[in-house]
Structure formats: structure tokens, C-alpha cells
């Protein structure tokens, strides 16, 4: 019997986090509640309403989004068969769902729709700083404005997400345009003709992306595609009067909102339903994981959920990043500590612990122990005030209160601490 509660013992302390996993504690919680409380606060300044889908989805909602030839697809996605047979994924992204929750909710008729979401997403990674399996995401979807304005003022809320945070010093936005389709399509056509001249150099890789989706060959990290690619035809030989239009626009925009940016022609999204803006939010203080928030236009997404074409905008911001980034870690609550001295009533010391609760001040008691003991312990909870509890306080209505930062004492009758705890406690 022994044995097995020794064994049980061991196999239940070597269990460890699921490798890129992690767990939010302390001080990495109140950095990541402070990343989502913050983005939440200006997104509901810019008119956003905020949505929660699914974190696991019918598998042909990522795979249609994100294509069969993309790595999170092929590689990367957390897909399962349930009982039933059916064909489940955890979700690695956020905008997919929001735009499958679009359709099925039948909102395609009350547009524009303005979507912050914030929540886990999961994807088959090398773990790696500031990159787990299970991560985070902070993001807006703007659906229904087909604008260069819709832009900008997505660009700009982002932007401002990063300002609340104190980091937008750190970040620079880096801009490109895809153009229109006509655009995209003499763009495809030219880079083929060019990567088709230098198969004998191409990856593997990316010969299956030539004939699938050749754009896909300008995101690939193998070291011989990338000098191919920084002599290929670039976008903006390609775009189109309309195109090129909507790109002088947005830009003449953002030096409307005051945003700098630096035009990046090397930002591409290789599936067709993006084109015109795409963009990122980069930081050299996190080594390769440099992007901080990233996002485009997509408006040919919601018709592949089954929908009508609807135009689209929207980025989304990995919160791990945005909390390694955070200068000023939020600070840990303190809380007023209620210590017994002897043995009072329980039932009233109840009663001014729920007191002061309703009145909205963070109230513990120290259940157990000497005075002297609870004293230690009310220290190592970082405690604001203590307020001592005996019998003859409790009898008299008048209690002794100790401010922990300063020392000083002072009484408090039972109707004060009652009604205005906020006063006594903010002292």
C-alpha cells in the first residue's frame, strides 16, 4: 500500500505542461490580462463589439481559408475525428471563425459588423520565444466596408492598442499592397513565367507551390528560394489604375490619422481572397519573432464560408509578444487582511468580511494560527491594511486598522467601515 502511494506520488509530481504550453500565473497572468483588458478598451473607442466563437471549428472552415498547400494546414493544425466520425480542428486562427460566425448568424444583411475577439489558438509549432503551441491572440475584424478608410482606421486602432500599451515606440508598420484581382492575376502570371526558368533551384516545396499557388514561393524560408525571390517581379509593376488608386488612398490616409509607415513589398498573402492592403507591426526586441500584429484585406473570404462577397479588414496581435514587450508590469492587487485576535463571533466576523466585500475592497482573512503568525502571513500576501477582529472590538463597534505600508493605526466604528471602506482603506 505503501509503495503505491509513493508511486502515484512520483508519476503525479513528474507531470509536466504539454511541451509549448504554458501556464499564466503571477505575473505573466497580470501582463496578459492587462494585454487584453487594454486592446478591449479601444476597441470598444472604435465602435468594436466583441465576439467569442468556438476554439474548435468543423475542419473545412481552416481549410478552406487557409489552403491545403499552406504549412498551418499541412502541418501545423491540431485537426481530430470525434465520435462521430466528424472532422474536427482546434482553431489556429481567429479570423476564420469570426467569418463562419458571420454566415451562420445570419449577419450578412446587417453590415457593417466591427468584431474584437481575444482568446487561445493552437498550432503545431517549434516552440520557440515568444511562440507556443497554444497561444494567444488579441484581434479586430472590420466587415463590410470596402473603403481605403475601413483600412486606416483599422490600421490606426491597432496602432492606438500599441500606444495604450507603451510600446509603439518600439514598433515600426511596415506596409504593401496585393492590388485588385485583375492585378494579382498578371502578377501570378509573371511569376510564373520567372520561377518556371529557375525550377532547377527551386525547393521542393516550391515546386509544388508553382503549380498550386505560386505566391506562396515569396513566404518560403529555404535559403535558395529566398535569392530567387529578392530578383522576382515585384506587385507594383502589376497594379492596375483602380489598384493604385485604392493604395495612394489608404496611404494619404494614414498621414490623415498621423501613423508613419515604410512600404514593404516582400508582405504577401498567398490565397486569392486577400488582396489591397496587407500589413505588420515589427519590433527588433524579439530576436526572429519580430511581428507583433499583422493583418490585411480579405473580400473574398466570407463568400468561401457561404456567404455573399463581403468586403473585409482586420489584423490580430499574439499576446505572448505583446506581454514580452510591456515595460511596466502591472502591479499585483493588495488586499485588506482580516486577522482574528482570540476567538470573536464568527458569524459577525463574517459579516464584516462580506461588508466589506459588497463595498468592492479586496478582502481576505487569515483563518489560522498565532497573531504573530498571521502578521507574517498578511506580509507575504502584500496586504494593504489589516484590520484586527477581537471580542472586545467587535463588542465596543470600534476597530483598530494597520497600515502596512506606513505602520500608522487608526480605529474605525463598525458604521463607518460599514458604509465607507473605500475612504478608510484608500488612506
Known sequence: MTGAVVWEYVFVSSIQPVRGTHDLIGEDQRRHAHVVDTARRIAGVYGFDEWATPIFEDTRVFSRSLGDTSDVVSKEMYSFSDRDGESLTLRPEGTAAICRAL??????????????????????????????????QIGAELLGAAEPLADAEAIAMGYEVLKALGIADYVTLELNTLGDAASRDAWRDALVAYFSAHKDKLSEDS????????????????????????????????????????????????????????????????LDYYNHTTFEFVTNRLGSQGTVLAGGRYDGLVKQMGGPEVPAIGWAAGIERLSMLLEQVPAAPRSVVLVPVGTPDESAVVQILQGLRGQGVRTEIGYKGSLRKRMERAGKQNASHVLFLGEDELAKGLFRVKNMETGAEQEVSRDTLLSKAQDVFAA
Not at 522576382?232 to 509607415?261: H, Q, S
Open 103 to 136: 454566415v451562420t448568424n445570419a449577419l450578412t444583411q446587417s453590415l457593417p459588423q466591427k468584431v474584437f475577439y481575444a482568446g487561445p489558438m493552437f498550432r503545431h509549432e517549434r516552440p520557440q520565444k515568444g511562440r507556443y503551441r497554444q497561444f494567444h
Open 207 to 270: 515546386l509544388t507551390r508553382l503549380e498550386k499557388n505560386p505566391l506562396r514561393i515569396l513566404d518560403s524560408k529555404d535559403a535558395g528560394d529566398k535569392v530567387l525571390v529578392a530578383d522576382a517581379p515585384m506587385m507594383a509593376e502589376f497594379l492596375t489604375p483602380e489598384a493604385r488608386a485604392f493604395w495612394d488612398d489608404l496611404r494619404n490616409k494614414l498621414d490623415v490619422f498621423g501613423i508613419a509607415y515604410t512600404v514593404n513589398p516582400s508582405i504577401v498573402r498567398g
